[in-house]
C-alpha cells in the first residue's frame, strides 16, 4: 500500500516569490491607462522642454560649446540645448512605456503626479515671466497671468480629458461619427500644438533674449561690495578696484587691494607690485586722453583718503600733486570730452556732505568754481553723455534729476523719476542714447528695480521678471564688446555677491 505523499508548507521565501508574481502580474496587467492620457503627457513634457527652451538667451544658442542658460527657478542652466533635449526624449521613452505596460491603477496614478510637476514648473517660468524675455507680446501676457486662473484653465483640459476618456456606460457616445470626431481631434491637436511650440523655440533661438541675464564666469572675484570701477576704451577693458570683502567684528571690514579687469566675456586678475590701500567708495575714472585709470579718495574702516592713484593697465602709480581735495569718500569721477580731463564732484568727510568740483590734469587738481545752486551729493549715482557733452546725475541727499554743463547745475523735474536713492550706479549706453540706473538703498529698503532716462524723461522696466536680487554698491558698466549694460556684485540685507548680470534691451 502507497503512503499518501505529504506537501511541505510554503517557506517564507516561497511566499515572497509568489507575492512578487502576483504583484508583477497585477501591476503589469490590463487594463491599461487609455492611449489619450499617454499622449497628453508627451504633449505636456514638450510643452514644458519648449518653455525652458523659449526662455534662454541668444548665448545659450550661440555657444552650445559653453552654453549658459537659465533654470527653472532663475537659476543658472550649464546644459546645452541638445543635451538638454536628449535627455528629455529618454525621460520621455521611459514613461511612455511604464504608462504603456502598467495596470491602469498604478500608472493612473504616475501620471497625475507627472502632470502635476509639469504644470507646477511650466506655471512657475510663466508667472516669473522667464519666457516672455524673447518677445514683448509674451511679456505683456505673463505680466498679467495670473496663478490661480492657470490653474483653474488646467483642470478644466484636465476634466474634459478625463470625461472622454473614462466614460461611464450610461454616457456613452453611441454616434460612431462622434466618436469619430473626438478621436481624429484628440490626435489633431496636440499635432498642431506640437508644431507652435517648435516654430516658438526656432523664434527663440534666433532672436535674443531681453531683460537680466545671468553671466557664468569662472575664476571672478570673491564677493564685493563698494568696489569702483572704470571703463578703459583703448583696452576694452573694465577695471575695478578694492571694495569689502566681508565683516571682520568690531565694526572693522576686509577692504580687498586686488585689481580685476573684465574683457567682455572673463573676469582677470591683475597682479602689481604695488597697489594703493585697500577702500571702498573711492572715485575712478579714465583718462580718455592720457590712456589711465585715475583713482582718488575713498575710506577704510572709517578713515577718509585723499592719494591719486593711476592705472596703465599694468602697474599703478601713486601721483603726489601740490595741491588735491580733501580726504572725502563717496564722490563720483567723469572723464569730460570737452575739458579733456577727469572730474571729480561730491563726497563726504571731515563731516561735511560736499558740493564742491575739481578737475585732474595727470599732475595737479584744480578747483573748479561752479555757479550758485550746486547740490550737496554723496554716495550719488553720475555718468557722461559724449555725444551731448553733459554730466548727469541723480543725487540722494537732495534728491532728484540734474544735468551739469559747463560749471552749472541744473534740477529737472520729469514727470516720474525713481525713488530718491543712495549707493545707486548710474552709466550711459552710447548706442541707445539712454541713461541706465539698477537698484540702490532707500530708506531702509535694498532695491532692484531698472530704469533709463532719454534726456527727458524716466522709464522704469518692468516686463521681465528675471533680475537681480535687490542690492546696493555693485558695480555697473557699459560694455562696448557686447554692447550691453553689465552688472556685478554688492550687497543686499543679508548678502555680499559676486555674480555677474547682462541687461539686453527689449528692442533686441
Same mark, same amino acid.
Given at each position: ?333 567723469? %572723464? /569730460?570730452?570737452?575739458? #579733456?580731463?577727469?572730474?571729480?564732484? $561730491? @563726497? !563726504? =568727510?571731515?563731516?561735511?556732505? +560736499? &558740493?564742491?568740483? *575739481? ?118 558698466? %557699459? /560694455?562696448?564688446?557686447? #554692447?550691453?549694460?553689465?552688472?556685478? $556684485? @554688492? !550687497? =543686499?540685507?543679508?548678502?555680499? +555677491? &559676486?555674480?555677474? *548680470? ?7
Amino acid at each position: 500500500m502507497q503512503e499518501p505523499q505529504t506537501t511541505n508548507p510554503p517557506t517564507p521565501i516561497d511566499r515572497f516569490r509568489q507575492w512578487i508574481k502576483t504583484l508583477v502580474g497585477n501591476t503589469f496587467s490590463a487594463p491599461y491607462l487609455p492611449i489619450l492620457l499617454t499622449v497628453f503627457y508627451i504633449t505636456t513634457v514638450i510643452t514644458h522642454l519648449a518653455v525652458v527652451l523659449m526662455s534662454q538667451p541668444l548665448s545659450y544658442w550661440n555657444n552650445p560649446q559653453n552654453a549658459v542658460g537659465l533654470g527653472m527657478f532663475g537659476e543658472k542652466l550649464s546644459m546645452g540645448a541638445v543635451p538638454l533635449i536628449v535627455l528629455t526624449i529618454i525621460y520621455l521613452v521611459i514613461g511612455t512605456l511604464l504608462l504603456s505596460f502598467m495596470n491602469y491603477r498604478w500608472s493612473f496614478i504616475g501620471w497625475l503626479t507627472a502632470e502635476f510637476l509639469h504644470f507646477f514648473l511650466i506655471q512657475e517660468m510663466i508667472s516669473n515671466c522667464y519666457i516672455s524675455r524673447w518677445s514683448v507680446l509674451f511679456g505683456g501676457v505673463c505680466q498679467s497671468m495670473d496663478d490661480g486662473l492657470f490653474w483653474v484653465i488646467g483642470a478644466i483640459v484636465v476634466g474634459i480629458l478625463l470625461v472622454f476618456t473614462f466614460q461611464p456606460a450610461e454616457f456613452s457616445l453611441e454616434n460612431k461619427k462622434i466618436q469619430k470626431g473626438i478621436s481624429y481631434t484628440s490626435g489633431f491637436i496636440p499635432v498642431v500644438w506640437i508644431v507652435v511650440l517648435v516654430i516658438g523655440v526656432i523664434l527663440s533661438a534666433q532672436k535674443p533674449a531681453y531683460g537680466w541675464v545671468p553671466v557664468e564666469v569662472k575664476n571672478g572675484p570673491g564677493p564685493l561690495r563698494e568696489a569702483e570701477s572704470a571703463y578703459d576704451i583703448k583696452r576694452n577693458r573694465l577695471v575695478m578696484f578694492g571694495g569689502q570683502e566681508s565683516y571682520i567684528g568690531n565694526e572693522q571690514w576686509n577692504y580687498k587691494t586686488d585689481t580685476w579687469e573684465w574683457d567682455g566675456n572673463q573676469w582677470i586678475n591683475m597682479p602689481s607690485q604695488k597697489v594703493p590701500q585697500g577702500r571702498a567708495d573711492h572715485g575712478m575714472a579714465y583718462d580718455e586722453k592720457r590712456g589711465v585709470t585715475v583713482l582718488f579718495g575713498g575710506v577704510n574702516n572709517g578713515q577718509r583718503l585723499s592719494d591719486t592713484w593711476e592705472w596703465d593697465g599694468k602697474s599703478w602709480k601713486e601721483i603726489n600733486p601740490p595741491n588735491y581735495p580733501s580726504m572725502r569718500s563717496g564722490h563720483e569721477m567723469i %572723464y /569730460d570730452q570737452v575739458r #579733456e580731463k577727469i572730474i571729480m564732484y $561730491g @563726497g !563726504y =568727510g571731515n563731516d561735511i556732505f +560736499y &558740493n564742491d568740483a *575739481w578737475e585732474w590734469d595727470g599732475k595737479n587738481w584744480t578747483w573748479i568754481p561752479l555757479e550758485s545752486g550746486a547740490p550737496t551729493a554723496s554716495v550719488f549715482a553720475l555718468a557722461y553723455d559724449p555725444n551731448q557733452n553733459y554730466a548727469f546725475g541723480f543725487l540722494s541727499g537732495t534728491g532728484g534729476t540734474w544735468h551739469w554743463e559747463e560749471n552749472t547745475w541744473t534740477r529737472f523735474y520729469p514727470e516720474i523719476e525713481p525713488s530718491n536713492r543712495g549707493w545707486s550706479t548710474l552709466v550711459y549706453d552710447p548706442i541707445r542714447e539712454l541713461f541706465f540706473i539698477f537698484g540702490g538703498y532707500s530708506q531702509d529698503i535694498w532695491l532692484n528695480d531698472t530704469w533709463t532716462y532719454n534726456g527727458s524723461e524716466w522709464k522704469e522696466f518692468t516686463s521681465s521678471g528675471v533680475k537681480p536680487s535687490a542690492r546696493a554698491d555693485m558695480v555697473v558698466w %557699459y /560694455d562696448p564688446i557686447r #554692447e550691453h549694460v553689465m552688472l556685478f $556684485g @554688492g !550687497y =543686499g540685507a543679508d548678502a555680499i +555677491y &559676486n555674480d555677474t *548680470w547682462e541687461f539686453i534691451p527689449p528692442e533686441e
